[in-house]
């Protein structure tokens, strides 16, 4: 293998035999009838090879990762994703192909694995640091940076489980943020924790990404992959559908998924369920990509088997650093008096100041009483904002960065010494070179 | 610079390697166990002296004051908690290591480490509490006015023995268990009955003499034989039983390791 590789995959494949692993869940009683059925069959395994369905969770894939590259993987659930990385990691091993990595690897699947609720912070990050590889006195030498990273210093000598979840995934991440490894392979680890939190993870993996290493990141977070990573490969159905830039693969992959974004869930205690979520834009025709400035509506088909009263709706936008704003039926008290039948609602936002990113919808319904969720908290819709920034009064150098940027951009000016007066804002109404004059003369 | 290699069906060789480079995690799973194990119980480690205080008084009363078995001269109390040491070890082990996969499931399906560990680590443990026994069976001795015979020094043979048996058998069971859950049920009941079966609260030589070579099939007969023979010199001991136990515990520990090397590999898909 060619020293400059990092991790090489070849022809990988990973079969699941469905129907067996039914079989197991039958248990003991089923393999002794049927080996006291027919002894011979079971023996030569017939009467069980016939009845499996095989399940190709990934097939033929090949990929060639270099030293220092940063690849994001990405693709729909159920796409492979997960299998490829419990096959990097080792926790399964192929059924075809072979994987070789050159390097000191340490993989993320999770953050906060074997953490035991009955023990304090202190005993849980030598526990945790140990089952992700470090040897003890490796944690005994960054102990310090991991306890200030995670800003739990305080609660170090409390049970885990008195824990708020926050600084309980605080204290995981820091623990794995710690791991000093040539490969890092992690997957959505990221979409845990507050946003100011997540901002801080995803610094810590753009430093680790910047110091030459080599790392593959499994995200839905298509922003965060643009960000950190300079490749991309989307999977679907169990192989590499498009493998190359990030920005072009992550675009054919937003446009392949918003073409087809059709969410649905249903709450069975409620009876209640969404059976559809449009996004449209000002004109009222179906989209999934929107200019800065122009308004944006949310619509839901929901049906109802019961009536579901005074029910509160919550939309939120969520782009790179988080939620960017709601629309909050808790807060703003419109909500419809009952929703029964079928039928549609929506939402409009108006003028959304948003820079050129990838963002997603957030929804979430509760019960009259506010608390009781009849749908949890989840992504219901996809959307990308694009646009030319140059026409709204962005002329930096460094206008690429917008990208990575804050993404609401509420209308401003720069009022400078000289007395010009710089308007910038993403309102449909393009800036026009009109006088404006500055505050500083008053 | 090391390269890893993954494929189907390969034996990995590192296996043997990585177990070794992943002692420290082998004693972080023993450290972690014994610091869970007593929290919020109310009277903590002493749990480990009342669990055999009042197993030995229960079997003392049973066996040598209801049932009157012959002690073969030495204080009946003495002579069950020579057989219930390793017992409680075996099946204290086989009880929670029997388990370890199956509770440490997403440790599993989340992180690589060579398996093993896990279960060793479990088997482990227990050694804490057989240690904390052993201070009681002094105590006793003390208590007695018991001097154990030269052979006394060969205990930690039979420890190695002990050792071997409960991991070859852990190992068994907590591979199956991934599969079979119904080794959650099975587990209980061989525990249960292994009480019974094997001379904890009496001598093996109450058994039959024509029977001997066949009770000493299981191997806990020769365990237990061997601890008594040498802490307390019993010449009763049936020293045959001893032999087995050795050859059935190596094939125990042999098979333990080959099934569970063979079956690891799927343990994330199926557990």
Redesign the interface.
Known sequence: ?H?DIAISIEGLGKK?EVDK?KA?DE???H?IERALRAPLATMRKKVYTKRTREFWALRNVSLQVRRGEVVGVIGRNGAGKSTML??????????????????R?A?L??VG??F?Q??TGR?NI??NG????M??SEIIRKFDEIVEFSEVGEFLDT?VKRYSSGMYVRLAFAVAAHLDPEILIVDEVLAVGDAAFQRKCLGKMSSFAQSGRTVLFVSHNLEAVRNLCGRAVWLENGSVREDGAVDQVVENFFNAMSASSQFSSQSDEYGFAVRRVVLRDATGAESAQFTPGADMIVELEYSAAKPLEQPYIILAINGVNGTCFTANMLLDGNRPTVLQGTGKMACRFKAVPLLPQSYSVKMSIRTKNGNDRVLDYSDVAFFNVVGDLAEYGFAGEFVSRASSSTPVIVPYEWHLPDGTVAPVSLSGERVQNKQIDSVLSR | ?S??????GRIERQYWRDLWRYR??FL?FV??DL??RY??TAVGVSWSLIRPFLTLAVLTIVFGKLGKMPAGGVPYPLLVFCGMLPWLFFSTALTEAGNSLVS?A????????PRMTITASSVSTCLVDFMISCVFLIALMIWFRFLPPVAVFLVPFFVVLMFGASLGVSLWVAALMV????FRFIVPFVVQFGLYISPVGFQSSVVPERFRLLYALNPMVGIIDGFRWCILGLPQAYLPSIGIATVEVGLLLASGVWYFRKTE??F???I
């Open positions: 293998m020293p699941y692993l197991q248990g003991l009683r393999v419990k096959l990097l990691s080792r926790i399964t091993v192929p059924t075809e192909g072979s994987i070789r990595i050159n390097g690897v993989s699947l999770e694995t074997g035991h009955e023990l005993e030598f526990l140990a089952i992700l590889g040897k003890r049970p | 610079m390269e890893l290699v993954i494929e189907s420290e995690l972080f450290w972690r610091l869970v929290k919020q440490n997403n440790m599993v399906s989340k992180v690589y480490f599969k079979y859950r119904d590999r799927t994330a898909d199926i």
